[in-house]
């Protein structure tokens, strides 16, 4: 079902985009100054905003994001540095994605983790049956910098809601920056407890059969009028504005 939705001003991406950055921060997913949340610039075809590279989640502020293009150009005369390895993950699924708004990549523990399984995510709770089907899987190839990984990359995301990228972590993308958080939420959620069933049971844990696992998604996402975030946003927002304001600046 297609929805219909007003359509977003820069300001609303921006503040969006910054206190998505500090509630990783606040969930613990983040790693220093690496890894990036990205969205699309409404109305800039192309161009996105990112991270200044050496900040920590918890300092992005609105007016600090960086405009950047699919090549990783900064295009907003700021001159600010960004970090290369992020044009490689979010220039490539921008490209590939011009529907979605938001790209989330991270190194949070419990995806990393994930990451080192062969099977990757089972249908084990009904976090994971949200993405069953859902997710692709990246080889890993080294420090994300060249030009042909970008496109392996595009090619193994396809349509999916996000990656397990092997070795190294995940990525989740969404309609809107609050669907890629929640995409994000599940799956880190998701990862947490397969991995510790996995560790109380010695590798043995129920998992779903995939008639059950396929019905819980298809209750989970209904007719595609509400998307993951929606609800969830509000609540999220004020719980950013309580504990580490200052994002929207």
Not at 55 to 76: I, M, N, Q, W, Y
Not at 97 to 125: F, K, N, Q, Y
Not at 207 to 215: G, I
Request: charge should be negative; hydrophobic fraction near 40%; glycine fraction near 10%.
């Amino acid at each position: 079902m297609t929805v219909q939705r007003p359509p977003r001003t820069e300001r609303q991406v921006r503040i969006d985009l910054a206190a998505a950055y500090r509630l990783a921060a606040l969930n613990g997913w983040d790693d220093t100054v690496y890894t990036h949340l990205s969205a699309t610039v409404p109305g800039e075809p192309g161009v996105y905003l990112i991270n200044e590279f050496g900040l920590g989640f918890d300092e992005v502020t609105a007016s600090r994001l960086v405009k950047v293009d699919v090549r990783g150009r900064v295009v907003d005369g700021s001159g600010r540095p960004v970090n290369p390895t992020g044009f490689t993950i979010h220039g490539a699924v921008h490209a590939a994605r011009p529907e979605i708004e938001c790209v989330v990549h991270l190194h949070a523990p419990w995806g990393v983790a994930l990451s080192m399984l062969p099977e990757g995510l089972l249908p084990t709770s009904q976090w994971a049956m949200r993405l069953h089907g859902r997710l692709g899987r990246h080889r890993y190839e080294g420090l994300a910098l060249g030009d042909d990984e970008q496109q392996r990359l595009a090619a193994n995301l396809g349509t999916l809601d996000g990656l397990i990228l092997d070795n190294h972590g995940t990525l989740t993308v969404g309609r809107s920056v609050a669907e890629a958080y929640m995409l994000m939420h599940l799956l880190e959620r998701a990862a947490q407890a397969q991995l510790r069933a996995m560790a109380a049971g010695a590798g043995r844990v129920r998992v779903a059969e995939p008639a059950l696992a396929e019905k819980t998604h298809r209750q989970w996402v209904g007719d595609g009028s509400e998307w993951d975030g929606d609800v969830e946003w509000p609540a999220l927002l004020r719980r950013v504005d309580r504990l580490l304001p200052g994002y929207r600046d």
